[in-house]
């Protein structure tokens, strides 16, 4: 392996295992979390939207508020200003966000289905097994945090 690759591979190491960012991206994911149970409970018990239109819904109002609370404290310090950057930031969460959720969904609907746990705690379940994938990906692309 070449220095600049081991170099490369370092820093983004490096960039991953701070323990303030890390701390403030469960904290902020738990934030994401709780609304997106809340509003899953909302709409599974309050209207007629099943399971996977409900998880939809409440994925897209989790990822809005995670994403705010992390452009402006998680990862304050990175990214390039203006509301252009602001907007290919959020595509990009997005984006990285949408493997979680098909994480997510598999797992919510594998449990709720076969193993008949209650669909908020398997979407508990679900969101937990894409939190690395999510950190990770959030991290390095989304924000850049190698840069530093």
């Known amino acids: 392996m070449s220095d600049s690759l081991s170099e ?9 295992l701070s323990t303030t960012r890390f701390s403030q991206f469960v904290g902020v994911g738990f934030v994401g979390a709780a609304v997106d149970n809340a509003v899953l409970f909302l709409l599974i018990e309050g ?3 099943g399971l996977q239109g409900a998880k939809l819904v409440s994925w897209e109002l989790g990822i809005g508020v995670i994403f705010a609370i992390n ?3 998680t990862f304050a310090n990175h990214g390039s200003l203006g509301f252009d950057a602001l907007g290919r930031r ?3 969460s997005n984006a990285v966000r949408l493997g979680g959720l098909v994480v997510t969904l598999a797992v919510l ?5 076969w193993f008949d746990v209650w669909f908020v705690t398997a979407n508990v379940i679900g969101i937990g097994v894409g939190f ?6 959030e991290s390095l692309y989304t924000w850049k945090v190698h840069r530093e």
């Open 132 to 137: 690395f994938v999510n950190y990770t990906c």
């Open 8 to 16: 490369a591979i370092r820093m983004r190491a490096r960039a991953l």
């Open 109 to 113: 609907t594998v449990l709720v289905r």
């Open 71 to 73: 452009e402006r404290w």
């Open 90 to 92: 959020f595509v990009r």
């Open 47 to 49: 209207t007629g939207l």
